[in-house]
């Protein structure tokens, strides 16, 4: 789980700098599909779903 600073850089690298979802991994040593997930996320105040089990 990534801080709220560390996701808030991340999403002025993407919006602000103009990185792609590629280099913002590599810069903050995360994988891609968790710079997407934070990406999308609009409200850092409605809690996550819960993946339900099978």
């Known amino acids: 789980m ?5 996701i808030d850089y991340i999403r002025k690298a993407f919006f602000e700098e103009g990185l792609n979802i590629s280099q913002i991994a590599k810069t903050f040593s995360c994988d891609r599909k968790t710079v997407r997930k934070y990406l999308a996320i609009e409200d850092f105040n409605q809690p996550f779903p819960k993946a339900k089990r099978v």
């Open 2 to 6: 990534l801080t709220m600073t560390q």
